[in-house]
């Protein structure tokens, strides 16, 4: 009687082998062209307030004179640049909160601070709400 043998495994063994790549040129680099998508949210043109121009501002919701105001405004400047400057929270009403999230020396006494300011709803920190100006 012939045996078989037992030890004879019936699975195969497959060697993987990987294709080459395939590579190929770009007829002419100089017609490709970048284009940038524009941003979700259209942000509008930045106008930059100078000093000057806050103070004239500032002026025309009060009736007090210039040379009066002008000196109590800086002085105000000062301290909320020095507060930032020492790293301190704002809560400023009707502005909002104000704190630094981060602060970078550049050099020569000057830093670039990255600010976080969260906004009041509307009318809060006014101290009266809309329906309280309507009781004539």
Known sequence: MAT??????????????????????????????????????????????????????????????????????????????DALVKGEELNLPPMGKLRVVKCKDVGEGAKVLTLKLRTMKDGAGLGASPSDNNED
Request: aromatic share 2%; hydrophobic share 40%.
């Open 4 to 81: 078989e043998s037992k030890s004879s495994s019936k699975t195969v063994k497959l060697k993987t082998v990987a294709p080459d790549p395939v590579v190929t040129p770009l007829a002419d680099t100089k017609a490709l062209k970048t284009e940038i998508a524009p941003p979700a949210v259209t942000l509008p043109q930045r106008e930059i307030v100078k000093k000057p121009e806050f103070i004239d501002r500032a002026l025309t919701r009060t009736e007090v004179k210039k040379r009066d105001a002008k000196p109590a405004i800086e002085a105000a400047l000062i301290v909320l640049a």
